[in-house]
């Protein structure tokens, strides 16, 4: 049997620069930066969503009613257009976005100089420095065939009043080009930053391995940017569920031609300010938490969002 004589083992010395990492220090930094996050997230997130599941649970005395609240507002006339409206918008939304911010920041990337590539993703980003009210209200003005000057191609489309342009089949179109136009350019430059983590030798390997620019964008640039298109993804899934200001501005500027409960969140509003009916806006709140804690769900298992990648 063999022992091993620990004597002439050489050990190595601590690497210069390297200090040992002692238990407990910096503690205190860490949950100082992360309090202010904590009380915003408690006080704006946490319980606004534990109050909202309080009134949907009870009634306007505060009596326990378990889910009538939510048979009451899935019963009526205006729940299931209300929601369908919103799901066609998100549907248009979310592949459109998806897939073009994925194909823009791509040829941003892969096929124009920097210097051109830096000017386009700026031109793309100065529509999302507008606030919502203000972007509606450039959009009003271009969609109304009087004053536009797209006129002509509305003309070309058969648009020839601003009522014909907001006929209800038009509506998701309308509201997902204001989104696009605010929200795709911010998309793009997250996207091309994703691009640019991976590393040149991958994709010199690729070249080295004959593959094009479409090639080298399919099987790796997008797979290995999948969990940041996850996360772009869930956010606009979030925010395209929340849709109030567009619709209810051209309600008010169209005198009545769009309807004040076309989406959810319309609807929510007027159970709650016109009926005064806070349980059941709270109900309609509880029902969209529902349907976006869903597809986030689904999404973050497909996608892997939150697993590390292995070096």
């Known amino acids: 049997m063999t022992v091993l004589d620990t004597r002439h083992v050489a050990v190595s010395p601590p690497r210069r620069g390297l200090v040992p990492r002692r238990g407990g220090g910096g503690g205190a930094a860490g949950y ?7 009380i915003l997230l408690l006080a704006f997130g946490v319980f606004p969503t534990g109050y909202a599941f309080y009134l949907a649970l009870t009634n306007d005395k505060g009596q326990f009613t378990g889910i009538n609240q939510f048979l009451k507002v899935a019963q009526d006339y205006r729940f299931v257009p209300a929601f369908t409206n919103i799901l066609v918008y998100l549907a248009m939304w979310l592949i459109i976005l998806v897939v073009l911010t994925v194909l823009v920041a791509v040829v941003l990337r892969s096929r124009m100089r920097p210097g051109l ?9 100065i529509p999302g420095a507008l606030a919502g009210v203000a972007s509606v209200l450039v959009w009003l003005f271009m969609l109304d065939p009087d004053v536009s000057p ?5 003309d070309s489309l058969g648009l020839h009043s601003f009522a014909a342009v907001l006929a209800p089949g038009h509506l998701p179109v309308i509201f997902f080009l204001i989104a696009f136009w605010t929200g795709a350019g911010g998309w793009i430059v997250v996207m091309y930053g994703a691009l640019n983590n991976i590393p040149d030798e991958v994709l010199e390997a690729a070249r080295m391995d004959g593959a094009g620019p479409w090639k080298t964008a399919w099987h790796i ?3 290995m940017i999948r969990q940041w298109i996850a996360y772009m993804t869930i956010l606009a899934f979030a925010a395209g569920t929340q849709l109030f ?3 209810q501005l051209l309600q008010t500027a169209s005198l009545g031609r769009v309807s004040p409960t076309w989406s959810p969140n319309q609807l929510a509003y007027v159970f ?3 009926q005064g009916d806070f349980n059941g806006a709270a109900a309609i709140s509880v029902f969209l938490l529902a349907l976006g804690l869903i597809c986030a769900g689904l999404l973050v298992a497909r996608s892997n969002l939150f697993t590390l990648d292995e070096k």
Request: aromatic share 26%; proline share 7%; charged share 5%.
């Open 117 to 125: 590539s830096a000017l386009f993703r700026f031109l793309y980003y």
């Open 245 to 247: 200001v567009e619709p």
């Open 221 to 223: 640039q997008i797979p």
């Open 272 to 274: 709650a300010f016109q």
């Open 32 to 38: 100082l930066f992360v309090a202010g996050y904590a």
């Open 150 to 154: 797209a006129s002509w191609l509305l």
